[in-house]
């Protein structure tokens, strides 16, 4: 089957053009930088709650590299490697990468559709998917070629439980142009129990839209804790999911 490219890519390589980074790893809002800040670390506690060792790490979809420099930061990997099919996003990682992680991290251009060429086989400890697969046109081949290389992957993304997120997708300029699309969690699931993996942990997290209103977004941000540890309220209220998923034994 051919492979067509998504048109997300030149998205984000026209946002590096324009602002030298991708617009939603920028300061310039309260509400990109809280939903952010909320989204990573779930991802870094996830981690720190199952690894009490140093990790080589793949950080898959790595942009412009904001996760893997906060991610050396937070848990002090062995090594980071991060790929991404987008030039310009990874240009503008290395860019920013600082002189003392050079060697211990490295930032390559490859699409997710090639990982089981460019990867070596149980080389990393976990792979991390920072909303990543929402952007693809075929995702179900991406975790195909991914489950040849990784036994444990953390994925982060938009939670298509959320209601109010599918109409942010169908009326936000961002999303249309970004291809932005929230995959229903028990379909991503069964994906990945298709290609030999069981579920380790699931959450739902984080109350705030990236592109909001910043007093709405301050409210929002205010209740979020409280509907984070609600039951069945958080699964339809919270913008984003995390999925931890090992291979079976």
């Known amino acids: 089957m051919k492979i067509k490219k998504e048109k997300s890519v030149s998205a984000f390589n026209r946002d590096v053009s324009l602002k030298g980074r991708y617009l939603y790893t920028t300061e310039e809002a309260y509400s990109l930088r809280v939903s952010r800040e909320r989204q990573v670390k779930e991802i870094i506690d996830t981690i720190l709650e199952n690894y009490k060792r140093r990790l080589k ?24 490697l991060g790929f991404d099919p987008a030039k310009k996003g990874v240009e503008s990682a290395k860019k920013r990468l600082p002189k003392k992680y050079s060697g211990k991290i490295e930032f390559q251009n490859f699409s997710i559709y090639d990982a089981d060429s460019k990867i070596k086989k149980d080389f990393f400890d976990i792979g991390v998917a920072w909303g990543v697969f929402h952007h693809l046109y075929y995702p179900q081949k991406a975790i195909k070629k991914i489950s040849k290389v990784l036994d444990e992957i953390i994925i982060l993304e938009p939670n298509g439980f959320n209601p109010f997120l599918k109409i942010i997708e169908k009326t ?41 209103n910043e007093k709405i977004a301050k409210i929002l941000k205010m209740i979020e804790p409280f509907i984070e540890k609600t039951p069945i309220i958080n699964k339809f209220f919270c913008g984003a999911v995390l999925f931890y998923f090992v291979k079976e034994n």
Do not use: M, Q
Request: glycine letters at 6%.
């Open 57 to 80: 790490v793949l950080d898959i979809g790595c942009g412009d590299g904001t996760f893997a420099l906060i991610l050396i930061k937070a848990i002090s990997p062995k090594y980071i």
């Open 172 to 212: 936000s300029k961002y999303h249309k142009e970004h291809e932005e699309k929230s995959y229903w969690p028990p379909t991503f699931r069964s994906w990945f129990k298709n290609n030999g993996y069981i579920l380790k942990k699931e959450s739902f997290h984080c109350l705030v839209p990236y592109f909001c």
